[in-house]
């Protein structure tokens, strides 16, 4: 499987004691963190992992806690990343400490491992990145280890979008391209919240942004696909981009921008033709919940995409049964 996904909950953790280690599979080695409550609060955790090949993110909501990261993942070819939506706390190494506050981003990353202690709730997204990617993009030359950046950042902001949009798609049948281009435009973004170098803004600025606009935006599409109304303006209103980029990025895919809204909406509607629970229901009142407001516009357009009718498309599932 070429990207993976787990969840660690409060029951995960063992009561033993608190240092004993919780061990979670990454694509390159084991996760190991040693989780205690905060002033004796009772410890509530849920954290959903996703795990690319190049990079790691996780939605967590946790009661105050702290967590020791091991020096065995603070790996020196690894940055990690905080998004903090809520709550908050701090981040220390030996040689520094960092306030981590909501609406924060912070870059920070260590070969000796690190703490973070979080006294209140918190709803955090945490990434790992590769370091290695990030320096083609960023210039590191300093060394600090922490960068602190806005998440109304542009580029931190769409970034929070594109992992929100992962979180939410269905990742099981993940081709090594997609997941390829998908390491290569999170580290785009990246690269730029952090201060991209010459090379990493001609990446972000040819591919990486683009991509991942494109990405948010057929995510919009497919939340409102039956409404009448969607359409490049409203693409437009809702990402805050001109109707003009809004269609270049479709046209780098050879759609216009109707033409990809229409097709996205005939192959909903074909699945849910072949669902048996909608066999009673009428082909107009299909038509009109896929955002067709005529049925004869929407039969002849089914037809041309499947070279059949919709009642042709029903009845056929109906006869394999």
Same mark, same amino acid.
């Given at each position: 499987?070429?990207?993976?996904?787990?969840?660690?909950?409060?029951?995960?953790?063992?009561?033993?004691?608190?240092?004993?280690?919780?061990?979670?599979?990454?694509?390159?080695?084991?996760?190991?963190?040693?989780?205690?409550?905060?002033?004796?609060?009772?410890?509530?955790?849920?954290?959903?992992?996703?795990?690319?090949?190049? =990079?790691?993110?996780?939605?967590? $909501?946790?009661?105050?806690?702290?967590?020791?990261?091991?020096?065995?993942?603070?790996?020196?070819?690894?940055?990690?990343?905080? +998004?903090?939506?809520?709550?908050?706390?701090?981040?220390?190494?030996?040689?520094?400490?960092?306030?981590?506050?909501?609406?924060?981003?912070?870059?920070?990353?260590?070969?000796?491992? =690190?703490?973070?202690?979080?006294?209140?709730?918190?709803?955090?997204?945490?990434?790992?990145?590769?370091?290695?990617?990030?320096?083609?993009?960023?210039?590191?030359?300093?060394?600090?280890?922490?960068?602190?950046?806005?998440?109304?950042?542009?580029?931190?902001?769409?970034?929070?979008?594109?992992?929100?949009?992962?979180?939410?798609?269905?990742?099981?049948?993940?081709?090594?391209? =997609?997941?390829?281009?998908?390491?290569?435009?999170?580290?785009?973004?990246?690269?730029?919240?952090?201060?991209?170098?010459?090379?990493?803004?001609?990446?972000?600025?040819?591919?990486?942004?683009?991509?991942?606009?494109?990405? +948010?935006?057929?995510?919009?599409?497919?939340?409102?696909?039956?409404?009448?109304?969607?359409?490049?303006? =409203?693409?437009?209103?809702?990402?805050?981009?001109?109707?003009?980029?809004?269609?270049?990025?479709?046209?780098?895919?050879?759609?216009?921008?109707?033409?990809?809204?229409?097709?996205?909406?005939?192959?909903?509607?074909?699945?849910?033709?072949?669902?048996?629970?909608?066999?009673?229901?009428?082909?107009?009142?299909?038509?009109?919940?896929?955002?067709?407001?005529?049925?004869?516009?929407?039969?002849?357009?089914?037809?041309?995409?499947?070279?059949?009718?919709?009642?042709?498309?029903? $009845?056929?599932?109906?006869?394999?049964?």
């Amino acid at each position: 499987m070429i990207v993976s996904r787990a969840r660690l909950t409060t029951s995960d953790i063992p009561e033993a004691t608190a240092e004993d280690m919780i061990a979670l599979w990454s694509s390159r080695h084991l996760y190991r963190l040693a989780i205690r409550p905060v002033d004796d609060a009772p410890l509530e955790l849920t954290s959903d992992i996703t795990t690319f090949p190049d =990079f790691t993110f996780a939605f967590g $909501d946790n009661s105050p806690i702290a967590v020791r990261v091991s020096a065995e993942i603070g790996h020196e070819d690894d940055v990690y990343l905080s +998004l903090v939506l809520t709550g908050g706390g701090e981040v220390s190494a030996r040689n520094w400490a960092n306030e981590n506050k909501p609406g924060d981003g912070l870059f920070h990353w260590s070969g000796e491992g =690190f703490v973070v202690r979080q006294p209140q709730r918190s709803r955090i997204i945490n990434l790992r990145l590769s370091v290695d990617a990030i320096r083609r993009r960023a210039d590191l030359a300093n060394g600090r280890p922490l960068r602190r950046v806005a998440l109304n950042h542009p580029a931190m902001a769409l970034l929070r979008n594109y992992v929100g949009t992962l979180q939410s798609s269905d990742l099981s049948h993940v081709t090594p391209a =997609f997941a390829a281009a998908t390491s290569s435009h999170m580290h785009d973004l990246a690269g730029l919240a952090i201060g991209a170098n010459r090379d990493g803004v001609h990446s972000a600025q040819t591919t990486g942004v683009p991509a991942v606009r494109l990405a +948010l935006a057929k995510e919009v599409v497919a939340r409102h696909l039956d409404n009448p109304k969607l359409n490049d303006d =409203f693409l437009s209103r809702q990402m805050g981009l001109s109707r003009s980029y809004i269609r270049k990025l479709f046209a780098g895919e050879g759609y216009a921008v109707a033409t990809y809204i229409r097709r996205e909406r005939l192959l909903r509607a074909r699945r849910f033709l072949s669902d048996p629970a909608a066999a009673r229901i009428k082909i107009l009142d299909i038509a009109s919940l896929h955002g067709f407001d005529d049925v004869s516009t929407f039969n002849r357009a089914f037809r041309r995409l499947f070279d059949m009718s919709p009642s042709e498309a029903r $009845d056929e599932v109906q006869g394999e049964d």
